[in-house]
C-alpha cells in the first residue's frame, strides 16, 4: 500500500471503503485495513507496516496464537486474547508496533 493510500487503514470509512478483512495468521502478516480479522494459531512475529508514518491497527485474532513475538517488529511480548480487538501502535522511529493494553 502507498502512503497515498492511507485512507484504508483509516478508523473513519464510509461504505467506500475496504472495511474489514480476513487473513491466514503466519509468522509474518501485511493488514491492509484499519481492523484485520487473523484467523488461525500461529505466532505472530512481524507486521508489514502498510503505510510509512505513525498508525494504529487494530487486529482481532480468532485463535488462541499465545504470545507475540519479540524477534521481528513488535516491541512487547503480549498475548491477545480471542476475538478482542488489540490496537498495534506503529512508531516509525523504532519501526516497531507496541500492543496497546490486552483485557
Known sequence: MSDL??????PVQNEAGKGVR????????APSTGLTVVTGTTQLVTITPPVSGFHVLYLQFTGAMGVFSTAG????????????????YYNPLTGKYIPGPIS
Open 5 to 10: 493510500n492511507w485512507q484504508e487503514i483509516s
Open 22 to 29: 480476513t487473513i491466514a495468521s503466519a509468522a509474518t502478516i
Open 73 to 88: 517488529n513488535i516491541l512487547v511480548a503480549a498475548d491477545p486474547g480471542v476475538d478482542i480487538p488489540v490496537a498495534m
